[in-house]
């Protein structure tokens, strides 16, 4: 247990441009906050089509690919670098919820949020190699910040 509160990983969560123009990256944002993750990266983006296929180059195969490069790049994206132990990046899928917003449980964003799988309203990495990789892919250096947090009185 004291080696994974260790391990420091990092995840890359997007807000899709859907939860852009409907208002909810405050909310998106505030869950990642609750929950404890330390961002260490923010910022609304207008992303390229180069870079849009780049971040989800696996799925270049499948037939929603290019419905998907038009949903990314449609509008402005909500990027965020997100820190925490060993399991941020699970731990923030589970925050996001199923794929299919239909599957996703209550209180997950997708599942409190959105109903079409093409709308889902935001991403979060898969592994931790994709959090590095993704987390490097969208931001530059210099946009990220080191930070440590002030402990609360609560947790003195
Ligand atoms: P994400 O990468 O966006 O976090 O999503 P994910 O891992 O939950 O799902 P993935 O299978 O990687 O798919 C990436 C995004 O493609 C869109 N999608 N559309 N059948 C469809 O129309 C379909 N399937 C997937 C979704 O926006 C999904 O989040």
Redesign the pocket.
Known sequence: LIASLEQVDQTYI?V?PDGVQRGVVGDIISRFEKKGFKLTGLKLYQCSKDLAEEH?K??KL???FP??ID?ITSGPVVCMAWEGCFGVVASA?KL?G???PLQAGPDTIRGDLAVP????I?????SPENGKREIALWFKEGELCEWTPVLTPWLR
């Open positions: 997007m899709k989800y696996d799925l499948k037939s929603f419905k998907l949903y899928r996001i199923a794929t299919d799988t093409g709308r889902n935001v991403h979060g990495s898969d």
